[in-house]
């Protein structure tokens, strides 16, 4: 499955190793669906399709159930088999990363049930390029994150922590350029104001690409570099 | 410290019980920090206390050490004790809780940086009624939620879940409150949009109280609840 994992493959209990495959292949699914979701929501809203953002919040159902599985699956791991060192930490970051993708989940669906509405009203406000752009910036970051956990890949998890840097500065840019469109023409308020929300559901994904990232430096290196600047970040990594 | 509460007295390894015990202590501090923190950042608000505003976005550094220091905590008893049933449950709603404690942290510190710049342009905006209301209606949630973690108190965490749906209604009518008022007179979009942002935060905050009391009912009962309506969720409470 992830052979170029190193904690997926060092096990003498081949039923231990069986337990976190399986729970790590859910939780690879999982990301790769809410990934997805991601991509049909905006994909929704720029291109006012509105059953695709019925079916972006239909599915959301599938990744709520997918967070539940992957709780479970992890509880009964620590139940039956008391992971120690690495293990441990791939079965806590695994849990902590699974909430990250269900609210991942939650934010399409909120740009799902926006991108509906607009669809309702016809015609696309301005913040459109606004949203492509940063949109498709998180939907890298969610990439590479995943990508970042699958092989335990610290190099990537940083580039992704970088990333997330970017995304801040330019979400603080488009609101003021959404705030001047607003002021220059008052009879658009409410539209763009649901472009805002996109805005902001767009910017919390990338804190939980970036949070995901920070869980692959926890469980390769041990260290816990949340709430931690990416100078301090780096530092650390390559001390080790 | 928690003589009321069944998981916390029932040990007969009395080092286990005062590892749990002491994570259990430091959780319970950070959650009347968090409490504390929400309540200044509302009324350095209301009140145009610059200072406060400052003291409350300063103090988010040792929420976040409060979050470090839990997971670190949980994570030695998970190694080292091998809990299990009720005491593994209670080490994962922690962990859950945890999280959900540090984000109330964050948002209280979202709201007292807009509030510092609010005061730096003085006059209070419209809008502050509706902020003021739901401001005391989280602060209550919190609370209650961190009550009912204490003393494992389902019938409480119930109540939080169920004050959780009036909020969510109550922010939507706010909403559209102050969108008129921006309507009504575009030179004050800026700060209205401010105010926005702030009942936004106020949203999540009840989110997040929700969340951990959802916890409390896992810890509890053993049930997953999350993603449940409140019909089922009393329904399968009740059921045990």
Tied chains: 1, 2.
């Excluded at 170029?4 to 039923?15: D, G, K």
């Excluded at 939650?106 to 752009?133: F, V, W």
């Excluded at 998890?157 to 488009?174: G, N, P, T």
């Amino acid at each position: 499955m992830s052979p170029s994992n190193p904690v997926l493959s060092h096990h003498i209990s081949s039923q231990f190793n069986e337990d976190l495959q399986d729970v790590h292949t859910k939780f690879m699914t999982m990301g790769g669906l809410v990934e997805q979701q991601v991509a049909n929501a905006i994909h929704a809203l720029l291109d006012t399709d509105e059953n695709l953002a019925i079916d972006v919040q239909f599915k959301d159902n599938v990744v709520n159930q997918y967070e539940r599985d992957i709780d479970e699956g992890l509880t009964l791991i620590l139940a039956r088999r008391h992971p120690a060192a690495i293990d441990l930490r791939m079965v806590i970051a695994m849990s902590k990363a699974n909430t990250d993708l269900e609210r991942i989940g939650d934010e399409a669906s909120k740009i799902a049930r926006i991108a509906q509405n607009l669809c309702e009203e016809g015609e696309s406000p301005r913040g459109y390029m606004e949203t492509r752009h940063i949109g498709n910036q998180v939907r890298v970051m969610i990439h590479d994150a995943l990508d970042a956990f699958a092989r335990l890949d610290v190099d990537q998890a940083l580039k992704v922590v970088m990333a997330d840097v970017d995304i801040d500065r330019e979400y603080q840019s488009a609101t003021r350029t959404l705030m001047t469109y607003m002021i220059e023409d008052p009879r658009h308020i409410a539209r763009v104001i649901n472009v805002m929300w996109v805005l902001r559901s767009l910017e919390r994904i990338g804190d939980h690409a970036r949070n995901i990232s920070e869980q692959v430096i926890y469980m390769a290196k041990g260290m816990d570099v949340r709430h931690t600047s990416i100078e301090e970040i780096e530092q650390k990594v390559n001390q080790k």
